[in-house]
């Protein structure tokens, strides 16, 4: 089955850390980009970041600085290094895979694979 | 960078009627990079349309995409139980690898 499931989240307070991570199965994760997704209770979606099947990583404005993506492919694993969180991190952080990249080229693809989203609480 | 504007914010129809649902950027988009998303309560969005028209596997029929360049629509012909929820459209692109979303569309039971 292809799947996505992240694991880290909790409680931490303003100014600390917290690395997410998201265990892929199911299909060759070395070959996809990989996203995090975040949505605060009650709101919309917002794209947080993104790394590239090179390890190139990508951030929102809201988070880059702050936020460090990483993925360990013979562990078909992605990471999420927050740190500085603020109360405006709070939400659930979902993982999903997204377009499909051979040695040659990529096939722009939308995020066709969600994990189940684990929760983030940045409160004192 | 592109905003996405989905409009209405709620939509109140009940089963067995058509919903319309639009999505307009800021700027053009190229339609092989947009995306609807459907989500319900406490689970994971879904891919229901990408390149604007085409069917995500398994996504029924009665659901289909169109549009061009900054305006885009997601049509539900028959409104069937499950299809109440929250509908996001998204630009989506690969280099780089990122994903800007609408604010949604909620369709809810009137």
């Known amino acids: 089955e292809v799947q996505l499931v992240e694991s880290g989240g909790g409680l931490v307070h303003p100014g600390g850390s917290l690395t997410l991570s998201c265990a892929a199965s199911g299909f060759t994760f070395s070959s996809h980009d990989i996203h995090w997704v975040r949505q605060p209770t009650g709101e919309g979606l917002e794209w947080v970041s993104a790394i590239g099947t090179a390890g190139d990583p990508y951030y929102s404005d809201s988070v880059e600085g702050r936020f460090t993506i990483s993925r360990e492919n013979d562990k078909n694993s992605l990471y999420l290094q927050m740190n500085s969180l603020r109360a405006g991190d709070t939400a659930v952080y979902y993982c999903?895979?997204?377009?499909?990249?051979?040695?040659?080229?990529?096939?722009?693809?939308?995020?066709?694979?969600w994990g189940q989203g684990t929760m983030v609480i940045v409160s004192s | 960078e592109i905003v996405l504007t989905q409009s209405p914010g709620t939509l109140s129809l009940s089963p067995g009627e058509r919903a319309t649902l639009s999505c307009r950027a800021s700027?053009?988009?190229?339609?092989?990079?947009l995306a609807w998303y459907q989500q319900k309560p406490g689970q994971a969005p879904r891919l229901l349309i990408s390149?604007?028209?085409s069917r995500a596997t398994g996504i029924p029929d009665r659901f289909s995409g169109s549009g061009s360049g900054t305006d885009f629509t997601l049509t539900i012909s028959r409104l069937e139980p499950e299809d109440f929820a929250v509908y996001y459209c998204?630009?989506?692109?690969?280099?780089?690898?990122?994903?800007?979303f609408g604010q949604g569309t909620k369709v809810e039971i009137k």
């Open positions: 998204q630009q989506y692109g690969s280099s780089p690898p990122r994903g800007t």
């Open positions: 999903a895979r997204g377009t499909y990249c051979t040695t040659t080229s990529c096939n722009n693809a939308p995020f066709d694979i």
């Open positions: 390149g604007a028209s």
């Open positions: 700027q053009s988009v190229n339609s092989s990079s």
